[in-house]
Protein backbone atom coordinates (compact mmCIF):
# COMPACT_ATOMS: atom_id res chain seq x y z
CA UNK A 1 0.00 0.00 0.00
CA UNK A 2 2.78 2.22 1.00
CA UNK A 3 4.42 1.56 -2.35
CA UNK A 4 1.10 2.20 -4.23
CA UNK A 5 0.93 5.74 -2.83
CA UNK A 6 4.49 6.44 -3.48
CA UNK A 7 4.18 6.15 -7.05
CA UNK A 8 0.92 7.49 -6.96
CA UNK A 9 2.59 10.46 -5.35
CA UNK A 10 5.72 11.12 -8.20
CA UNK A 11 2.61 10.52 -10.50
CA UNK A 12 0.43 13.54 -9.01
CA UNK A 13 4.27 15.58 -8.89
CA UNK A 14 4.65 14.42 -12.70
CA UNK A 15 1.73 15.55 -13.82
CA UNK A 16 1.67 18.99 -11.95
CA UNK A 17 4.62 19.91 -13.62
CA UNK A 18 4.20 18.67 -16.86
CA UNK A 19 0.86 21.13 -16.58
CA UNK A 20 2.68 23.45 -15.19
CA UNK A 21 5.35 23.65 -18.16
CA UNK A 22 2.71 23.56 -20.66
CA UNK A 23 0.91 26.76 -18.82
CA UNK A 24 3.98 28.14 -18.99
CA UNK A 25 4.87 27.59 -22.64
CA UNK A 26 1.55 28.93 -23.62
CA UNK A 27 1.75 32.45 -22.17
CA UNK A 28 5.40 32.85 -22.50
CA UNK A 29 7.14 35.73 -24.88
CA UNK A 30 8.87 34.35 -27.37
CA UNK A 31 12.11 36.34 -29.76
CA UNK A 32 11.01 34.62 -33.51
CA UNK A 33 8.25 35.33 -35.31
CA UNK A 34 7.28 31.92 -37.21
CA UNK A 35 5.62 33.56 -39.92
CA UNK A 36 8.97 35.62 -40.61
CA UNK A 37 10.87 32.42 -40.17
CA UNK A 38 8.86 30.81 -42.52
CA UNK A 39 9.13 34.21 -45.10
CA UNK A 40 13.02 34.02 -44.77
CA UNK A 41 13.23 30.16 -45.21
CA UNK A 42 11.44 30.09 -48.68
CA UNK A 43 13.47 32.88 -50.00
CA UNK A 44 16.22 30.63 -49.01
CA UNK A 45 14.78 27.67 -50.47
CA UNK A 46 15.16 29.70 -54.09
CA UNK A 47 18.66 30.03 -54.19
CA UNK A 48 20.59 28.55 -56.65
CA UNK A 49 23.10 26.69 -54.66
CA UNK A 50 22.80 24.68 -51.02
CA UNK A 51 25.53 26.98 -49.76
CA UNK A 52 23.91 30.17 -50.71
CA UNK A 53 20.64 28.99 -49.55
CA UNK A 54 22.41 28.53 -45.91
CA UNK A 55 24.41 32.23 -46.58
CA UNK A 56 20.62 33.85 -47.27
CA UNK A 57 18.66 31.93 -44.15
CA UNK A 58 21.64 33.20 -41.64
CA UNK A 59 21.59 36.89 -43.06
CA UNK A 60 17.69 36.59 -43.26
CA UNK A 61 17.44 35.65 -39.78
CA UNK A 62 20.33 38.40 -38.80
CA UNK A 63 18.59 41.17 -40.23
CA UNK A 64 15.71 40.67 -37.72
CA UNK A 65 17.33 38.18 -34.78
CA UNK A 66 21.21 39.60 -34.53
CA UNK A 67 21.53 40.76 -31.26
CA UNK A 68 20.35 37.07 -29.66
CA UNK A 69 22.31 35.57 -32.19
CA UNK A 70 26.29 33.90 -32.02
CA UNK A 71 28.87 36.08 -33.85
CA UNK A 72 29.95 32.46 -35.29
CA UNK A 73 27.77 30.11 -36.40
CA UNK A 74 29.34 26.02 -37.73
CA UNK A 75 28.00 23.21 -38.30
CA UNK A 76 27.71 20.16 -35.70
CA UNK A 77 27.15 16.18 -35.80
CA UNK A 78 23.71 15.13 -34.50
CA UNK A 79 22.00 12.27 -34.20
CA UNK A 80 18.25 11.43 -33.66
CA UNK A 81 17.07 8.18 -33.35
CA UNK A 82 19.32 6.75 -36.35
CA UNK A 83 19.69 9.93 -38.56
CA UNK A 84 23.18 10.90 -38.67
CA UNK A 85 22.67 14.76 -39.53
CA UNK A 86 24.64 17.95 -39.59
CA UNK A 87 22.98 20.72 -37.37
CA UNK A 88 23.84 24.64 -37.98
CA UNK A 89 22.33 25.81 -34.64
CA UNK A 90 21.16 29.59 -35.68
CA UNK A 91 19.48 30.37 -32.28
CA UNK A 92 18.81 27.64 -29.05
CA UNK A 93 17.10 28.21 -26.22
CA UNK A 94 15.38 26.42 -23.68
CA UNK A 95 12.04 27.25 -25.27
CA UNK A 96 12.67 27.68 -28.93
CA UNK A 97 15.12 27.21 -31.62
CA UNK A 98 16.04 28.30 -35.19
CA UNK A 99 18.89 25.71 -37.20
CA UNK A 100 19.50 24.26 -40.31
CA UNK A 101 19.58 20.30 -40.59
CA UNK A 102 21.75 18.78 -43.71
CA UNK A 103 22.74 15.51 -44.81
CA UNK A 104 25.52 14.52 -47.35
CA UNK A 105 24.00 11.24 -47.84
CA UNK A 106 20.96 9.12 -47.69
CA UNK A 107 19.97 8.43 -44.03
CA UNK A 108 16.18 7.31 -42.31
CA UNK A 109 15.33 6.87 -38.71
CA UNK A 110 12.58 7.95 -35.99
CA UNK A 111 13.33 11.84 -35.31
CA UNK A 112 12.13 10.79 -31.62
CA UNK A 113 9.29 12.32 -29.44
CA UNK A 114 9.66 16.01 -28.85
CA UNK A 115 7.68 18.37 -26.45
CA UNK A 116 7.82 21.19 -28.99
CA UNK A 117 5.88 22.06 -32.12
CA UNK A 118 8.22 22.56 -35.50
CA UNK A 119 7.64 23.57 -38.22
CA UNK A 120 10.60 22.87 -41.57
CA UNK A 121 11.18 24.33 -44.60
CA UNK A 122 12.95 21.95 -47.54
CA UNK A 123 15.85 24.28 -48.74
CA UNK A 124 17.65 21.48 -51.19
CA UNK A 125 17.18 17.93 -51.58
CA UNK A 126 13.97 15.76 -50.86
CA UNK A 127 12.33 14.49 -46.95
CA UNK A 128 9.92 11.94 -46.75
CA UNK A 129 7.95 10.34 -43.50
CA UNK A 130 5.89 8.22 -42.17
CA UNK A 131 3.41 8.19 -39.06
CA UNK A 132 4.27 4.81 -37.02
CA UNK A 133 1.22 6.49 -34.71
CA UNK A 134 -1.67 5.85 -37.27
CA UNK A 135 -2.68 2.50 -39.60
CA UNK A 136 -2.34 4.68 -42.50
CA UNK A 137 0.93 3.42 -44.77
CA UNK A 138 0.80 6.19 -46.89
CA UNK A 139 3.87 8.21 -46.71
CA UNK A 140 4.21 11.95 -47.28
CA UNK A 141 6.79 13.53 -49.68
CA UNK A 142 8.58 17.55 -49.15
CA UNK A 143 10.89 18.84 -51.60
CA UNK A 144 12.25 21.88 -52.33
CA UNK A 145 10.32 24.98 -51.55
CA UNK A 146 7.98 23.01 -49.64
CA UNK A 147 7.26 23.06 -45.37
CA UNK A 148 5.75 20.12 -43.39
CA UNK A 149 5.20 20.36 -39.50
CA UNK A 150 5.93 18.17 -36.79
CA UNK A 151 3.93 18.58 -33.61
CA UNK A 152 4.63 18.38 -30.08
CA UNK A 153 4.89 14.35 -29.06
CA UNK A 154 4.08 12.74 -32.24
CA UNK A 155 6.09 9.86 -34.01
CA UNK A 156 7.56 9.74 -37.69
CA UNK A 157 10.04 7.47 -39.54
CA UNK A 158 11.88 10.43 -41.93
CA UNK A 159 13.97 9.85 -44.73
CA UNK A 160 16.02 12.20 -46.25
CA UNK A 161 17.70 12.36 -49.58
CA UNK A 162 21.57 12.72 -50.37
CA UNK A 163 22.40 16.60 -49.89
CA UNK A 164 19.31 17.30 -48.62
CA UNK A 165 18.99 20.62 -46.51
CA UNK A 166 16.20 21.20 -43.99
CA UNK A 167 15.54 25.48 -42.06
CA UNK A 168 13.53 24.68 -38.52
CA UNK A 169 11.89 26.67 -35.91
CA UNK A 170 10.59 24.85 -33.01
CA UNK A 171 8.46 26.16 -30.09
CA UNK A 172 8.45 24.00 -26.45
CA UNK A 173 10.48 22.08 -23.72
CA UNK A 174 13.68 21.68 -25.82
CA UNK A 175 15.32 20.21 -23.19
CA UNK A 176 13.46 17.30 -23.45
CA UNK A 177 14.24 17.05 -27.07
CA UNK A 178 18.47 16.68 -25.44
CA UNK A 179 17.70 13.43 -24.19
CA UNK A 180 17.06 12.08 -27.88
CA UNK A 181 20.43 13.88 -28.88
CA UNK A 182 22.37 12.61 -25.73
CA UNK A 183 21.10 8.98 -25.89
CA UNK A 184 21.57 8.76 -29.59
CA UNK A 185 25.06 10.08 -29.63
CA UNK A 186 26.29 7.49 -26.57
CA UNK A 187 24.51 4.78 -28.05
CA UNK A 188 26.32 5.08 -31.62
CA UNK A 189 29.78 5.37 -29.59
CA UNK A 190 30.09 9.37 -30.37
CA UNK A 191 29.33 11.23 -26.63
CA UNK A 192 31.99 13.39 -27.00
CA UNK A 193 30.10 15.36 -30.21
CA UNK A 194 27.10 15.71 -27.65
CA UNK A 195 28.86 17.62 -25.26
CA UNK A 196 30.85 19.75 -28.25
CA UNK A 197 27.72 20.81 -29.74
CA UNK A 198 26.25 21.73 -25.98
CA UNK A 199 29.59 23.48 -25.07
CA UNK A 200 29.29 25.45 -28.36
CA UNK A 201 25.46 26.59 -27.45
CA UNK A 202 26.76 27.93 -23.94
CA UNK A 203 26.62 31.90 -25.81
CA UNK A 204 23.19 31.51 -27.47
CA UNK A 205 21.72 30.67 -23.75
CA UNK A 206 23.48 33.31 -22.29
CA UNK A 207 22.67 35.50 -25.23
CA UNK A 208 18.74 35.01 -24.95
CA UNK A 209 18.79 34.65 -21.11
CA UNK A 210 20.67 38.23 -21.42
CA UNK A 211 17.56 39.48 -23.34
CA UNK A 212 15.17 38.02 -21.15
CA UNK A 213 16.90 39.33 -18.25
CA UNK A 214 16.89 42.55 -19.87
CA UNK A 215 13.44 42.62 -21.02
CA UNK A 216 11.73 42.33 -17.65
CA UNK A 217 13.90 44.92 -15.86
CA UNK A 218 12.95 47.30 -18.84
CA UNK A 219 9.56 46.24 -18.31
CA UNK A 220 9.05 46.85 -14.64
CA UNK A 221 11.11 50.14 -14.63
CA UNK A 222 8.86 51.24 -16.94
CA UNK A 223 5.98 50.29 -14.47
CA UNK A 224 8.00 51.62 -11.97
CA UNK A 225 8.59 55.44 -13.35
CA UNK A 226 4.76 55.25 -14.89
CA UNK A 227 5.66 55.07 -18.34
CA UNK A 228 2.92 51.81 -18.78
Known sequence: MTLISSKLRYLLLFYAAFQAIQYGLRWKHYDISPKQFKGIAAKAASA??????ISTLTSGMRSYYDPIMPRHIEWHAMQLGGLSLRIYPIITAFT???AAFSTPFPTSGRAGFHWANTTCTVLKG??????DGTQDDTSEAFSSGMAFRHG????????????????????????FSSTVHCTSGISLGEPLSV???YMSQVQNYWNMASQTASRIFNHYKARATGEL
Open 96 to 98: EFA
Open 48 to 53: PTASQS
Open 195 to 197: VKF
Open 126 to 131: KVSRFN
Open 152 to 175: QFESYVYNFEKDTFVACYGRGFLP
